[in-house]
């Protein structure tokens, strides 16, 4: 009865909502990246980078005037999907095929395996807590199942949430107390709460969407959380009460991820897996990885 009404009040939210007259508009050329398009992530320099450009297995470095290269070529048999980027500009990577999370260390473009663990379905996507621990989702998806992973800054990796469905995108609040993790076929967003120890606790139901999926999501600095909605083409921007406050419509229909950077922070990148490309709007906060960039 109470997940029905929970069901209910979700529907009627969504239903209800009026979509943001906000567009996106395109940032790099068409089909410059594969169907692969993936990532991305910001550095302190405002660097962005993005995985798979012209082929699998690279990381494409891309400039403010939309224009790319390749950054790094990944090991044999390793491609890339999530990038994040620590306190020290040290470059962390989800490698899907190779059970990895791999590393490029600051001012440097070559890869190292920072964990491996063949306990891992495909690492997804991560997202790194201020302490610098590092959270990857690990979906199955053939049995529409999932898990997330814990990453200490020492190495050492804990499988922390082993029965879950889906799960793909993942994020910390900006006050590292919560992490947000959602599972693309379940439809569905889960709130943590961060113990001291990097643990996990106090499991809720954040938010349901009632159709399509979702991919990647980050936070602002104000908590918001934006969540790629996989085959609708738009990005869904919840409060940290847990209540659609908009949604921003994309030219194409798979957005894979996203990112806050540029001057001030309030660029947002998306990546198009229908569409090999990055699409752009301007949020009204910064993301809230901008807050550690501006001490920089």
């Known amino acids: 009865m109470i997940k029905a009404l929970t069901l209910g009040l979700v529907l009627m939210s969504c239903a ?3 979509q943001s007259k906000s567009h996106s508009s395109d940032f790099t050329a068409e089909w410059s990246f594969t169907k692969g ?9 405002r660097d962005l980078f993005v995985v798979n450009y012209q082929k699998q297995g690279t990381i494409g470095l891309v400039k403010q005037d ?4 390749i950054f790094a070529e990944l090991p044999a048999g390793s491609i890339g999907n999530g990038i994040r980027f620590d306190h020290e500009d040290n470059m962390y990577i989800a490698d899907y095929t190779g059970h990895n999370i791999l590393k490029i260390a600051s001012g440097q473009n070559s890869a190292t395996i920072f964990v491996h663990n063949d306990q891992m379905n495909q690492p997804n996507d991560i997202a790194i807590a201020p302490n610098g621990t590092i959270y990857a989702s690990d979906p199955n998806w053939k049995d529409n199942s999932g898990q997330i992973w814990m990453i200490t800054t020492d190495q050492k990796i ?3 949430q082993p029965k879950m469905g889906t799960t793909n995108g993942i994020e910390v609040s900006p006050d590292g107390k919560f992490l947000y993790v959602n599972e693309s076929i379940q439809r569905k967003v889960w709130r943590f709460k961060i113990l001291s120890d990097g643990e996990l606790t106090n499991k809720t139901l954040f938010f349901e969407f009632p159709d399509y999926g979702m991919d ?7 908590g918001n959380l934006y969540i790629a909605r996989y085959d609708k083409g738009t990005v869904a921007v919840l409060s940290p009460k847990g209540k659609m406050i908009d949604e921003i ?6 957005p894979s991820n996203i990112t806050f950077g540029g001057s001030d922070g309030k660029t947002c990148y998306v990546t198009l897996a229908d569409r090999g490309c990055l699409e752009i709007f301007r ?6 990885e901008f807050i550690k960039l501006r001490k920089k």
């Not at 419509?249 to 798979?254: A, D």
């Not at 949020?283 to 809230?288: C, F, P, T, V, W």
């Open 158 to 160: 804990v499988l922390i």
């Open 66 to 69: 939309g224009t790319c290269s």
């Open 16 to 18: 209800s909502f009026a």
């Open 37 to 45: 398009i993936e990532g991305p992530g910001v550095n302190s320099h």
């Open 283 to 288: 949020a009204k906060y910064a993301g809230r």
């Open 216 to 222: 990647g999501m980050r936070c602002d600095r104000k």
């Open 249 to 254: 419509l994309l030219k194409g229909k798979k």
